[in-house]
């Protein structure tokens, strides 16, 4: 029985589910899989072949691929590291949760005012020495004091909030249920933290790409659905996914990232991390290879982790499949009028197929949306 393989990290837009009407869809055979935009590389990981060709532009996600490939034992510490800290969190929920309780319920009872619960919070984290007593944060070099104002700001808002809850849904939160609320407010500075060391990487953090890989990693596992956002202005701006991530811990993945038949499968691929043009150009495609496209969709929000993949690149990459790819393909995308422009009419084969999303982020996905599957090629069609 062949050994099931899981992608490295949850990706927005993967094909995870999609797999099996992927799979009735794939030429009878085929010597090497290329994947021009692999993301978290659902099929990539599930499907054989000789030798196998990944790209994608996100250069840390690419890099996470090569630090497994390679088992980087500096990446692996970093990695251990920023989750050793993050499970030392809960214990020092444990030991303040007393405290910060009894600031909450002095604000819930009115003998705090707002700017006082805030005074109270501020003076409470100022107070903290070597982050909380313990030997919490162990990397080197490190500056506790992102943290410390993420902490500040993130459990005067939460308590703020749970009050106006209270009062909207007319139920006070039970002991147990306040201390989630808290413990989550404190998981959420930490995640802060790294969110905006990750935001400003080039501008005031110069860390080794192993670490930063980390970061990146750590906050696509922890932000809200594993939505990896852009705002205007570069910065990743999702939120940290909430209560139900508490316990959420990376032991299993790390472990995931060692294992023999994953190491193997990317010992057998070469990695890049170029402009989809440029990938195709730099490898020798066969027509007995087999490419599969997971492209970034037509949407107006079409940042492509920081790289723009607008129009004009859903047309490039059209052309080149219509005119010059020498190889059997299948492409998945979303339906669009601008979509069925491109590929319509042009001697390929498209199936329509529903895609539900589970998850619609700032709504920017609908929740019902039609997928295209266009292939060059009959299904079941044999060489």
Not at 201 to 213: A, D, M
Not at 235 to 257: C, D, L, R, T, W
Not at 260 to 281: A, G, R, S
Request: charged letters at 30%; hydrophobic letters at 35%.
């Amino acid at each position: 029985m062949a050994k099931l393989f899981k992608p490295l990290l949850k990706y927005p837009g993967g094909k995870g589910r999609e797999l099996k009407v992927i799979n009735e869809n794939l030429p009878q055979s085929f010597h090497n899989y290329i994947e021009p935009f692999v993301g978290g590389g659902a099929v990539y990981w599930d499907i054989e072949a000789l030798k196998y060709f990944i790209n994608d532009i996100s250069v840390d996600l690419m890099l996470l691929y090569e630090y497994v490939k390679n088992q980087d034992k500096i990446f692996f510490n970093e990695l251990k590291l920023i989750d050793e800290n993050w499970q030392k969190l809960k214990y020092i929920c444990d030991i303040h949760f007393e405290d910060l309780s009894n600031k909450y319920y002095s604000y819930k009872n009115e003998t705090y005012t707002p700017q006082e619960l805030k005074t109270k919070i501020n003076e409470f984290v100022d107070s903290l020495s070597n982050c909380f007593n313990v030997p919490l944060f162990t990397f080197n070099g490190f500056d506790d004091s992102i943290f410390r104002k993420q902490l500040k700001v993130n459990l005067y808002g939460k308590m703020l909030r749970i009050k106006n809850n209270e009062r909207k849904n007319k139920r006070d939160l039970q002991s147990d249920e306040l201390k989630d609320n808290i413990e989550c407010s404190i998981k959420s500075a930490y995640y802060m933290h790294f969110r905006e060391i990750y935001n400003n990487l080039n501008q005031t953090h110069n860390i080794n790409p192993q670490r930063r890989v980390a970061i990146f990693l750590f906050i696509r596992e922890y932000c809200f659905s594993s939505m990896f956002r852009f705002n205007s202005n570069g910065y990743f701006n999702v939120p940290y996914g909430g209560i139900s991530y508490n316990n959420k811990n990376m032991a299993s993945k790390i472990e995931h990232y060692k294992e023999t038949h994953v190491v193997d499968k990317l010992k057998n691929t070469i990695l890049y991390k170029l402009d989809f043009e440029n990938f195709l150009k730099q490898i020798k495609i066969q027509p007995n290879d087999f490419m599969f496209l997971d492209p970034p969709y037509d949407t107006e929000f079409s940042e492509y982790d920081k790289n723009k993949f607008g129009q004009e690149e859903q047309k490039r990459l059209a052309n080149y499949l219509i005119k010059e790819c020498p190889c059997k393909f299948m492409i998945v995308i979303k339906q669009t009028k601008y979509i069925e422009s491109l590929y319509k009419n042009k001697g390929l084969n498209i199936q329509y197929i529903d895609k539900n999303y589970s998850v619609s982020f700032m709504d920017r996905n609908d929740k019902e949306v039609v997928h295209l599957i266009i292939t060059n090629y009959e299904k079941g069609e044999v060489e």
